[in-house]
């Protein structure tokens, strides 16, 4: 279930309630979310649309805890997250979320083993126990045989995979991608969506996806598009708003 109106229930794995996010910029004031709601069951895969510069980098970033918003709740698996301290928020983070962006991230004299048992030498898993869950995801991926080479050694597509297996390495609870496949050509992007698919089908995963590529989006389950600050369901909303719209 995947609601923008507010009226999704207690079983929302993600519960945005009256959500405000307002930048500023030379004393002057940017309202970037106005009043935005979202509900969003587990085991859902969303993509957001909308124009550049209408919130998408904004409304991720708050969901995953990088932000805090000038008014209103976030909910996640019953945590609300928009009022923890920033150390308990750090925490939250790397229990929660994988983040999967654009440019990769890898980290440049790692190999793809080592960048993906990163988020794993914060636990208290042994070695050999770490090994096993970076096996298990690099698999998933299709890159067990790359588990040694660098990140020079890869493609984009294969480094993007690298990402995705690092993001669910520590199994959290939702995964968000902003633009995933904007660095990448159409076979490699299409490559990554079947990854983030399977995710979602075979291992239950919440994934929210950003993207401005409409045949991306239509890999999701459901398509949200962000304008004039709200979040409208299915079509591109082409509203009356004449004036006073904001924008
Ligand atoms: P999108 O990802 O949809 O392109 P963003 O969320 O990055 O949009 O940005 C939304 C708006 O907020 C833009 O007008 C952007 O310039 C502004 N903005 C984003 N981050 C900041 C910031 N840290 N300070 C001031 N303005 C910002
Ligand atoms: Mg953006």
Not at 100 to 128: C, D, G, H, R, W
Not at 174 to 202: I, N, Q, Y
Not at 216 to 237: F, I, M, N, S
Request: aromatic residues 4%.
């Amino acid at each position: 279930m995947v609601k923008v109106d507010g009226s999704g229930g207690q079983s929302s794995l993600i519960q945005v309630r009256d959500l405000d996010k307002t930048y500023s910029r030379g004393g002057q004031p940017i309202d970037v979310l106005q009043g935005l709601n979202l509900d969003v069951s587990q085991g859902e895969f969303v993509a957001f649309m909308g124009p550049s510069g209408s919130g998408k980098t904004t409304l991720l970033n708050l969901l995953g805890g990088l932000d805090v918003p000038t008014r209103g709740s976030i909910t996640v698996a019953g945590d609300e997250i928009t009022h923890m301290s920033s150390s308990k928020l750090t925490e939250w983070r790397a229990r929660h979320v994988g983040f999967i962006f654009q440019m990769y991230n890898l980290i440049p004299v790692l190999t793809a083993y080592q960048n993906v048992e990163l988020p794993l030498l914060l636990t208290k898993l042994s070695k050999a126990e770490r090994r096993a869950h970076v096996e298990t995801v690099l698999s998933i991926v299709g890159l067990a045989d790359r588990m040694h080479h660098f990140p020079r050694q890869l493609s984009g597509g294969q480094e993007q995979r690298v990402t995705i297996a690092r993001a669910i390495v520590s199994d959290p609870t939702f995964l968000l991608c902003d633009e995933p496949t904007g660095d990448l050509d159409r076979k490699s992007a299409d490559e990554v969506m079947a990854l983030l698919e399977e995710l979602v089908a075979t291992h239950h995963k919440t994934v929210l996806m950003v993207t401005h590529d409409p045949l991306v989006a239509a890999r999701a389950q459901t398509t949200l598009h962000l304008e004039k600050g709200v979040l409208v369901e299915g079509k591109k909303y082409s509203g009356e708003i004449a004036a006073g719209g904001g924008a």
